[in-house]
């Protein structure tokens, strides 16, 4: 299927080109045709599957077209796109202005930690769609700031995260100030039980669109695990990143503070790494993305608040500091690399404690993760390859691929050595340490 076969203008066509797409991902060839007939969608997707653009591209079109219950752009904010944080809030902005170039439309993006005297300003000067986070939009409606009274089409992004983060409460009150009339569209990678129960409150008779498991992993990504005291992960982060080739590496703690001395850590030994995480001002978090994006800093340690939502190219390794405790919260961070077909590795350190965790997450993967016995790939071992979630082909990558099993030395791209059925002098050694 090509987007010409969708349906969608010239204008946005042009957009789609000049964004370098080729064809449809299966969420926007299954999305985009019921959202221009007007229908209310229960999207489950996961995240790099293209789900903004199949919302965003048939949006932009219906506030274009004067037929179909559209209109000419008036400046009135028509539609209404809630997202949990403030990272995704600008990628949404971004995309929205990359796809209406050509459409004369106007959308402005509004969220906490900043000065809203600029964003005030901006949604007076003529809005037709508006990215927002939902406790920065309640202050502005409370203050009079900003209507809702013409919004035409809500979406509700990453639902499931807004309920981890608590903004269930402020998306009801926000609802209390649309029309009724509305067509709403909601997208979650997740579908846990409060998440449902929204939806069958605020959709009329939603087309459900799921182009993935609920919680499935990235099926290009090698899953690696490595067993280690808790006092012991500094030196084995340090370790892992000094004896692997990545292009940008993204390592989860659980804590903020955590995060920050990882950061410190990695870079009183000579590796550039930055922090990021909620205590971080607005103005030091975009520039700590810009700098990754850049590979000017090609590591940064950040806590779940980057687990949805960044979206950053080439990341090669997620590192996983802190094992979280929860599945789906390991299938969304793993979820910044393999994406578009990419290869991709995560390594997670796992503490006696953490034990549970592990075992959990392996159940939702349907499989083990490959334990490693050394960092570098010094020692021989018998040589396999990392356990994939799913078995498919691997698509293209603009990275090097893992190198396949049988190879000469007995590692992959990842720098781990598969656990073979001798213990090498090595891990003797190791655990003596401990």
């Known amino acids: ?226 067993h280690v005291e808790r006092t012991q992960k500094p030196m084995l982060l340090l370790r892992l990143l000094q004896s692997i080739t990545f292009t940008r590496a993204l390592v989860f703690t659980r804590t903020k503070h955590g995060a920050d001395k990882v950061a410190k850590h990695l870079v009183r030994s000579g590796v550039p790494a930055a922090a990021l995480h909620g205590n971080k001002s607005q103005g030091a978090r975009t520039r700590t993305l810009a700098e990754f994006r850049s590979a000017r800093t090609p590591v940064l340690v950040a806590t779940d608040i980057a687990a949805r939502g960044l979206d950053v190219e080439d990341i090669s390794h997620v590192i996983n500091y802190d094992l979280t405790g929860d599945p789906e919260t390991y299938v969304h961070r793993i979820g910044r690399t393999g994406r578009a077909g990419a290869t991709g590795t995560a390594v997670s350190f796992c503490t006696e404690e953490e034990h549970g965790a592990l075992r959990a997450i392996e159940r939702l993967l349907l499989a083990p993760l490959q334990r490693s016995i050394d960092i570098g790939g010094r020692e021989e071992a018998a040589p396999r390859q990392p356990v994939y979630a799913t078995v498919v082909p691997a698509g293209p990558s603009h990275r090097r691929r893992l190198r396949p099993a049988g190879s000469r030395r007995g590692r992959s791209r990842s720098g781990l050595s598969s656990s073979g059925s001798r213990t090498t002098r090595r891990e003797t050694a190791q655990r003596a340490d401990r």
Not at 9 to 29: F, H, M
Not at 141 to 160: H, M, R, T, W, Y
């Open 1 to 226: 299927m090509r987007f010409e076969d969708l349906r969608l203008t010239e204008p946005l066509l042009r957009a789609v080109r000049a964004a370098g797409y080729a064809e449809p991902t299966p969420i926007q060839s299954t999305a985009i045709p019921h959202v221009l007939n007007g229908r209310d969608v229960l999207g489950c997707a996961q995240t790099g599957t293209g789900k903004t653009a199949a919302f965003a591209l048939p949006i932009l079109q219906r506030l274009s077209e004067p037929a179909g219950g559209g209109r000419k752009p008036c400046g009135r904010i028509r539609a209404l796109v809630l997202c949990p944080t403030r990272e995704l809030a600008q990628q949404i902005h971004d995309s929205f202005d990359g796809y209406a170039r050509h459409t004369g439309l106007r959308q402005v993006v509004v969220f906490g930690g900043v000065n809203q005297k600029p964003q005030v300003r901006a949604v007076r000067a003529g809005s037709d769609i508006l990215i927002a986070t939902p406790g920065r939009l309640l202050d502005l409606v409370g203050q009079g700031l900003v209507s809702l009274a013409d919004v035409e089409i809500l979406v509700l992004d990453e639902a499931d995260r807004m309920l981890d983060m608590g903004f269930l409460p402020d998306v009801r009150r926000i609802l209390g100030h649309l029309p009724r009339q509305r067509q709403t569209l909601l997208f979650s990678a997740t579908m846990p039980s409060e998440i449902r129960s929204l939806a069958n409150q605020i959709l009329r008779d939603p087309v459900a669109v799921q182009v993935a498991r609920v919680s499935s992993p990235v099926p290009t990504v090698g899953h690696w695990v490595h």
